[in-house]
């Protein structure tokens, strides 16, 4: 019910910066997207809280990530962005975009986008 096309993510070094896109559409979204956001999964941990945004602006960041990345989104193009900043070795993970169409917690997952700091 919900499509999405993922873009952004790559190989860079610590201290450089990354921007995610994200854009969803389909049946499950003709009504407008409550929640829109970002998630992520490094290898061995579990998928946690990257940033989310409600369609009224209110955000919400994981505690790793706040100051560095922002959370951004269009709701009526159906777009979020995730601006990540000053990246970390521990920021490499998978970065999964998310949308909650009717926030009730019946969600939507995008395939992900591999996010690789290194140097």
């Known amino acids: 019910q919900v499509q999405f096309v993922e873009s952004g993510g790559g190989l860079v070094q610590p201290g450089e910066s990354l921007r995610l896109s994200c854009a969803a559409s389909?049946?499950?979204?003709?009504?407008?997207?409550?929640?829109m956001g970002w998630y992520r999964q490094a290898p061995g941990k579990r998928r946690e809280l990257v940033a989310i945004?409600?369609?009224?602006?209110?955000?919400s960041y994981g505690g790793s990530v706040k100051g560095r990345f922002t959370i951004s989104r269009d709701n009526a193009k159906k777009m979020v962005w995730l601006q990540m900043n000053r990246l970390k070795p521990e920021d490499t993970a998978v970065y999964y975009c998310?949308?909650?169409?009717?926030?009730?917690?019946?969600?939507?997952w995008g395939q992900g986008t591999q996010v690789t700091v290194s140097s």
């Open positions: 389909g049946a499950g979204t003709i009504f407008g997207i409550a929640v």
């Open positions: 945004m409600s369609s009224g602006g209110a955000t």
């Open positions: 998310n949308v909650d169409p009717r926030g009730n917690g019946n969600d939507y």
